[in-house]
């Protein structure tokens, strides 16, 4: 059918080595994962993908959690990038969580995580741009919409993990994701983080 149409079989070879490189070229995603490590089976530590990216960034991190814990241990090494490097902005997405029950108004909640998170959980001295979504504080509302677990650092590597930023999703538990270095499925995730807070979809948390 290709003779009939003009390419012969130099042609073809051609075009399947042009792809063949192509291909070659685009880069593949490396899973990531938490939990019992299994012989014969390969996957990049969650921590230490973490820690590479963060470490590694220059520009920007956008970096979205639904949970942690230990504020001061958790976001130490982010917090010393910042601090090393000064043209790094950093956005954090938080989930701020109205107890079921509780009358306390949506204010007040967002108040005293704010005042928690800025004097116990985060040690460094410049301060990354943090947001919330107000559907959770809303009295029966949702709960967990903030639910994302992503880092997408230089709008370059973008991390998609079901791992929270706790010492159990790090260590312990099993978690699954993957690491992709692709810029364009990176900036398009830094977007849609971008999108939501341009259209106050999710709202900054109060820096005092």
Known sequence: ???ERGVGAVAVGFALKLA???LASVSQPDLVWSGPEVPGLHARDTRRVYEELVSGAQRSLWISAYTYYDGPKTFGSLAQRMD???SLQVTLM???QRRPSEATSSNELVRRFADRFWKKAWPGTRR???FYDPRALAPEGPEGVLHAKAVVADDEHAF???ANLT???FERNIEAGVVIRDAGLAASLAK????LIDRELLLPLPTS
């Not at 849609?192 to 999108?195: D, T």
Request: cysteine-free; glycine content about 0%.
């Open 1 to 3: 059918m290709l003779d």
């Open 20 to 22: 063949d490189r192509k």
């Open 84 to 86: 090393e490097t000064v």
């Open 94 to 96: 938080l989930n701020i």
């Open 128 to 130: 990354p741009a943090v």
């Open 160 to 162: 998609v993990t079901s």
């Open 167 to 169: 010492e159990a999703a």
């Open 192 to 195: 849609h983080f971008r999108v």
